[in-house]
């Protein structure tokens, strides 16, 4: 349960820390796979943002990202054209 307790606290911390998330209202993207970014540009502008990369692959139409900040390491689907997290994604 404290385990439980902490994880919970953790996420909603690290939460109000993610970027905005995109607009894409439950519906699965449909991005031209010319229009994504490519792996590199999209670990440079995480990066930018104070995130480190640990793996990045393409999962269900959008990028499947395995990050870290301030020592908290998360997954997160993010949009492959913006770089924007995608909050619930794929929930």
Known sequence: MKHLIVAAALAA???SALPAAADWNGKRL???RDQWLSPTQMIEK???Q???VHEIESDDGAYEVEMSKNGTRIEVHV???T???LVGYDD
């Open 13 to 15: 911390t690290l939460a």
């Open 83 to 85: 770089g924007e997290v």
């Open 46 to 48: 995480l990066s930018a």
């Open 50 to 52: 104070g995130y480190t």
């Open 79 to 81: 949009h492959p054209a």
């Open 30 to 32: 449909n991005v031209p």
